[in-house]
C-alpha cells in the first residue's frame, strides 16, 4: 500500500488490492429546500410525496444510504424528481446536504465525514477521488477550450505542471473513449451529443480517480450513440477498474451496467439489491411497475 500527502490533516491512501470495506459509504444523507419544520423534521412524518404538508419544505433526499465497493457499478434508477441527480451533487460537494455523511476508506481510512471538511479540502478531494460526468455536458466542459485543454484543466487543479505529461495524458483519454485525436483542439461546442459525452468521461478520468459519478449520461442521445456511451463505461470499469454509481430512470441502461441497483422514490430508497434480483423479483410496486415497462 502507498500514500502520498493530502491537504490539510486528512490523508489519502490508494490501495492496490481489492477491499472488503466499501470504497464509498453514504449514510443517512437528507437534503432539502426550505425552512423545515418541527413536524418534517421527524423522519416518520408523512409527506405529500416528498413535500411537507405543513411549511412546504422540499426534501429532496430522506435518509439515503449507499454503499459502493473498489470495482463495482452501483445504479441508482427513479422517475424526475426522485433525488438521484441530488444525491450525486451532494456526494460530490456541488449542493450542501443538510444531514448524513459521505465517507471512504481512502481518506482517513473511513474515519472522515467529507461533507465536514474545509473548502479546500473538498477540491482536493474532487480533483483526486471524484470523476462526475453530467447529464448536460455544459455543466461539465467549457465549452470554448479545446477537448485537450478540458483535460489538461482537470489536471491542472490537482496540482499537475508538466505540460508534456498532460498532453500525453490528455492524448491517450482521447484515444481511450473513442475521440479521433486530429479533433484534439477542437472545442466540445463543435462535437455531437455523444462526443461531448465522452470528452466529459475523459476529463472525469484524467486524475485517475477511483470512484465515477455518472449522472443520466445517456439522456438525450440516438440509441446507437447510447450503445457506444454504455459500451465505453463497461471497458473502462473492466480496464480500469473504476468503481462508478450511475443514474438513470432508464432501468434498461441500469440493467446493462450495474451490478447492484437501489430504486429511489420521492428522496427515498425504496428498494435495493442484485440487479438481476431486482428484475427478476422486485417488491415494491413501483419497482414492479418499472420493471414491467421494460418487458
Known amino acids: 500500500m502507498s500514500e502520498q500527502p493530502f491537504t490539510g ?22 437534503s432539502s429546500f426550505g425552512s423545515t419544520c418541527d413536524y418534517c423534521k421527524n423522519s416518520k412524518a408523512q409527506l405529500d410525496r416528498n413535500v411537507c404538508p405543513v411549511c412546504g419544505t422540499i426534501h ?5 444510504s449507499i454503499e459502493v465497493f473498489s470495482g463495482e457499478i452501483l445504479g441508482i434508477v427513479g422517475e424526475s424528481g426522485s433525488g438521484k441527480s ?9 449542493q450542501r446536504a443538510s444531514a448524513g455523511s459521505v465517507t471512504t476508506e481512502l481518506v482517513d481510512q473511513g474515519k472522515t465525514n467529507l461533507l465536514e471538511c474545509s473548502a479546500q479540502q473538498k477540491r482536493a478531494i474532487r480533483n483526486t477521488l471524484f470523476g462526475m460526468v453530467y447529464q448536460n455536458p455544459w455543466l461539465g466542459l467549457r465549452m470554448d477550450f479545446s477537448a485537450i485543454s478540458n483535460i489538461a484543466e482537470q489536471m491542472i487543479a490537482s496540482g499537475n505542471r508538466n505540460v508534456k505529461e498532460m498532453r500525453e495524458r ?4 482521447l484515444d481511450k473513449v473513442n475521440i479521433p485525436l486530429r479533433r484534439a483542439g477542437d472545442a466540445p461546442r463543435e462535437f455531437s451529443g455523444g462526443m461531448q459525452q465522452r ?8 486524475n485517475n480517480p477511483p470512484i ?3 449522472d443520466e449520461v445517456t439522456t438525450g442521445l440516438d440509441l446507437s450513440v447510447q450503445a457506444t456511451v454504455l459500451d465505453l463505461i463497461l471497458s473502462l470499469r473492466r480496464d480500469l477498474n473504476v468503481s462508478m454509481i450511475v443514474v ?4 434498461a441502461v441500469i440493467r446493462m451496467l450495474a451490478d447492484r441497483t437501489s ?17 427478476e423479483d422486485p417488491q415494491h410496486p413501483y419497482t414492479q411497475q418499472l420493471v414491467h415497462s421494460l418487458l
Open 9 to 30: 490533516t486528512l490523508r489519502l491512501v490508494f490501495a492496490n488490492a481489492m477491499s472488503e470495506q466499501p470504497v464509498l459509504t453514504v449514510s443517512r444523507l437528507s
Open 60 to 64: 429532496a433526499l430522506r435518509e439515503v
Open 86 to 94: 441530488t444525491l450525486m451533487r451532494c456526494i460530490c460537494f456541488d
Open 170 to 173: 490528455s492524448l491517450y483519454l
Open 199 to 206: 470528452v466529459q468521461i475523459a476529463k472525469a478520468l484524467s
Open 212 to 214: 465515477l459519478l455518472l
Open 248 to 251: 438513470s430512470h432508464d432501468l
Open 263 to 279: 430504486v429511489m422514490l420521492d428522496g427515498k430508497i425504496i428498494e435495493h439489491g442484485l440487479t438481476d434480483q431486482i428484475m
